[in-house]
């Protein structure tokens, strides 16, 4: 699997750029994730992005463009709600659905009448992008570069674990090492093609952030009561963001409780000669300030800001998942607007 560092590779991002002009697979960083890449206007590159993830083809996908200019390439009309939202938040973590034009992107678009289209703010994928735009590239379509309704990767090293030695030409993926992504989860959507705002996933933005640039009021379709009337998008599936192990959401209260009665068995199983390796996994802010860990179970301490967990979640998922562990007990975030992308994703890394 071809590893492309722009700090140590001065050429890097000319041969990642022309990777994407050959119709190759190229993941690259943004500052929510690292995405999966081809070039929007080649269907058949697109299609190798859906079969790499074993993603349904009428999922689609975000196409990534280098500004505002260039997406105007995909759509037969960009509402004004999206042009203050994009002027205030791009380049950053926003994705704005909007309709898409019909002669452009069918592939990525999962053959539907509206295109997510974002402009990240990563210094190594704005490179990459205006590199694509010298050869008439003018989006990039980039989902999470994780096979399908798994841990989204925020390194390098992620994209490795993922793809590196699972057949089917998975190999022939390039990576775009632009180190450590720094938000950590993807970016917020907002569906702007129903003549009112619709927020269809939250991220770092919040809500409110949203509103005050929008200069509405924004709905939010909630994945436990979906809205029949959104189109489809990307991340926004009930069950996803998900380890192999089991994930459960908990008060502290409950985590406590949980642990009580499950503690005798592990205690037992370390006297009789040891675990081979844990079953429990325990996520919390606050359990551990006043009880100290078990060693039979895996702990990792949630931070207790929200931007900060947002960074270091999906890699603290993948640690445990790591660790062998067949459960992943999280101690629910606050009902805070700070949290709703964190606890966002820990809803669907549970459901």
């Given at each position: 699997?071809?590893?492309?560092?722009?700090?140590?590779?001065?050429?890097?991002?000319?041969?990642?750029?022309?990777?994407?002009?050959?119709?190759?697979?190229?993941?690259?960083?943004?500052?929510?994730?690292?995405?999966?890449?081809a070039r929007a206007d080649d269907d058949a590159a697109v299609a190798r992005i859906f079969a790499a993830k074993g993603r349904p083809a009428d999922h689609p996908l975000i196409v990534h463009v280098p500004n505002p200019q260039a997406a105007?390439h995909f759509v037969s009309a960009f509402p004004p709600v999206a042009q203050r939202l994009t002027q205030a938040f791009w380049p950053g973590p926003l994705t704005v659905i909007v309709p898409r034009d019909p002669r452009v992107a069918t592939?990525?678009?999962?053959?539907?009448?509206?295109?997510?289209?974002?402009?990240?703010?990563?210094?190594?994928?704005?490179?990459?992008?205006?590199?694509?735009?010298?050869?008439?590239?003018?989006?990039?379509?980039?989902?999470?570069?994780?096979?399908?309704?798994?841990?989204?990767?925020?390194?390098?090293?992620?994209?490795?674990?993922?793809?590196?030695?699972?057949?089917?030409?998975?190999?022939?993926?390039?990576?775009?090492?632009?180190?450590?992504?720094?938000?950590?989860?993807?970016?917020?959507?907002?569906?702007?093609?129903?003549?009112?705002?619709?927020?269809?996933?939250?991220?770092?933005?919040?809500?409110?952030?949203?509103?005050?640039?929008?200069?509405?009021?924004?709905?939010?379709?909630?994945?436990?009561?979906?809205?029949?009337?959104?189109?489809?998008?990307?991340?926004?599936?009930?069950?996803?963001?998900?380890?192999?192990?089991?994930?459960?959401?908990?008060?502290?209260?409950?985590?406590?409780?949980?642990?009580?009665?499950?503690?005798?068995?592990?205690?037992?199983?370390?006297?009789?000669?040891?675990?081979?390796?844990?079953?429990?996994?325990?996520?919390?802010?606050?359990?551990?300030?006043?009880?100290?860990?078990?060693?039979?179970?895996?702990?990792?301490?949630?931070?207790?800001?929200?931007?900060?967990?947002?960074?270091?979640?999906?890699?603290?998922?993948?640690?445990?998942?790591?660790?062998?562990?067949?459960?992943?007990?999280?101690?629910?975030?606050?009902?805070?607007?700070?949290?709703?992308?964190?606890?966002?994703?820990?809803?669907?890394?549970?459901?």
């Open positions: 699997m071809p590893m492309l560092d722009p700090a140590t590779q001065p050429d890097a991002i000319e041969r990642a750029a022309q990777r994407l002009v050959e119709g190759g697979l190229l993941a690259l960083p943004t500052e929510t994730v690292y995405g999966l890449g105007l592939a990525a678009a999962g053959g539907h009448d509206t295109i997510g289209l974002r402009c990240p703010s990563h210094p190594v994928a704005r490179q990459l992008l205006d590199a694509c735009a010298q050869h008439g590239i003018l989006g990039v379509a980039a989902p999470s570069a994780n096979r399908f309704g798994r841990i989204s990767p925020t390194t390098a090293q992620h994209v490795r674990e993922e793809f590196e030695g699972r057949g089917a030409g998975l190999d022939e993926v390039w990576v775009l090492d632009g180190g450590a992504c720094e938000v950590g989860i993807e970016s917020t959507i907002i569906d702007c093609s129903r003549g009112h705002p619709v927020l269809l996933r939250p991220g770092r933005l919040t809500l409110a952030e949203i509103e005050a640039v929008a200069g509405e009021s924004v709905q939010w379709s909630r994945p436990e009561a979906p809205d029949p009337a959104a189109p489809k998008a990307a991340g926004t599936l009930l069950s996803h963001y998900a380890p192999r192990a089991r994930v459960r959401l908990m008060s502290d209260a409950q985590l406590g409780t949980a642990l009580d009665v499950i503690e005798p068995e592990l205690s037992a199983a370390v006297i009789a000669g040891g675990l081979k390796a844990p079953r429990i996994a325990v996520y919390s802010r606050s359990l551990w300030a006043h009880r100290p860990p078990h060693p039979g179970i895996v702990h990792r301490s949630m931070p207790g800001d929200a931007a900060t967990a947002a960074h270091d979640l999906f890699a603290d998922l993948r640690e445990m998942d790591a660790a062998g562990v067949e459960l992943i007990w999280v101690e629910t975030p606050p009902l805070d607007p700070a949290w709703d992308g964190v606890r966002d994703r820990l809803d669907r890394a549970a459901a």
